[in-house]
Each structure stands twice: as C-alpha cells, then as structure tokens.
C-alpha cells in the first residue's frame, strides 16, 4: 500500500522559509512521479510542483521561483523547499503520486504564514 508521511510545517512570517519533507512507502520510488500538493482554506486542493523520475521539475505559475521541489531516492524522500512565503501559501501541504488516483492521500502538513 502506497503511504506518504509529510513533515516541516509550522508557522511562519512573510518572507521566511520553511522545507517540507515527504517520506514514501509501499512503492518503487525512483519510479515514481511525486507531487506536493496544497489545499488552501475553502479551496480545492492543487497541485503545486512536481519532479519526474528523471528529476525534472515543473511548478504553479505562483510559487515559481520561490519553490524548489527535490528528491533522494536512496532515502524514499521528496522535499520542497519553500522560500519567500506569502499569506497566500497557507494551507495544508500533500504529497502524494502525480497521478494521484494510484496513491493515497496522507495527513498532510499544516503550513500558515503570517502578514
């Protein structure tokens, strides 16, 4: 059974950093195309940065530039980095497969970034 266990979030002010952490299991990881997602208050969740088995990256068009999404392999890890934060990047953060049908859908961590 695929599982994802997210970790790193907390309160943070605008313009500080924080780095997400996302261990898997039940899965062939270096064959996987992982995504972080975040559903913020009162909206859907989506889908924010993702990297390819090959290490390709792709992001939303509002965190480009102040996310950096990366994975280790040997360690069952994918990590986001999230720097320059603003109040709208609030929300709780999901890792989880692209084709997120063929995964599940952990916890999630909590991020909240404060004007």
């Known amino acids: 059974q695929v599982q994802f266990v997210e970790s790193g979030g907390g309160l943070v002010q605008a313009g500080g950093s924080l780095r997400l952490s996302c261990a898997a299991s039940?899965?062939?990881?270096?064959?996987?195309?992982i995504g972080w997602y975040r559903q913020a208050p009162g909206k859907q969740r989506e889908l924010v940065a993702s990297?390819?088995?090959?290490?390709?990256?792709n992001y939303e068009d509002s965190v480009k530039g102040r996310f950096t999404i990366s994975r280790d392999n040997a360690k069952n890890t994918v990590y986001l980095q999230m720097n320059s934060l603003k109040p709208e990047d609030t929300g709780r953060y999901y890792c989880?497969?692209?084709?997120?049908?063929?995964?599940?859908w952990g916890q999630g961590t909590q991020v909240t970034v404060s004007s």
């Open positions: 039940g899965l062939v990881f270096r064959f996987a195309h």
């Open positions: 990297i390819s088995i090959a290490g390709n990256t």
């Open positions: 989880n497969l692209v084709r997120a049908d063929l995964g599940s």
